[in-house]
Nanobody, 126 residues
């Protein structure tokens, strides 16, 4: 059984930093793309970043590019999202997800991710 659990969310002032972690319990994340998404109440879940199984290539939404960095540790079955220069607009619930297919190309669509964490709240005050 695959379970993902995010941690590291919280309240921070604008300009501050947070580091989210996502631990997967179950099969190794090796071979799977891992994604980070966020969602505000009443809005659709949106792509934030992804890291590929191959070479750990990273991909970012334009809104976070240059401020957020994602990484993975396959030995720990963990992915990270380092968030710097946080803005009030980054306030959301953040979710990590594992791709449905193994050895596949990275996709930003939520439908290509089969397993999701419960989310962690990130709040940025102005």
């Amino acid at each position: 059984q695959v379970q993902l659990r995010e941690s590291g969310g919280g309240l921070v002032q604008a300009g501050g930093s947070l580091r989210l972690a996502c631990v997967l319990s179950g099969p190794s994340i090796n071979g799977y793309n891992m994604g980070w998404f966020r969602q505000a109440p009443g809005k659709e879940r949106e792509f934030v970043s992804a890291i590929s199984w191959k070479n750990s290539n990273t991909y970012y939404a334009d809104s976070v590019k240059g401020r957020f960095t994602t990484s993975r540790d396959n030995d720990r079955n963990t992915v990270y999202l380092q968030m710097n220069s946080l803005e009030p607009e980054d306030t959301d619930v953040y979710y990590c997800a594992r791709s449905q297919a193994r050895w596949s190309a990275v996709n930003r669509a939520t439908g290509t991710y089969a397993y999701w964490g419960q989310g962690t709240q990130v709040s940025v005050s102005s």
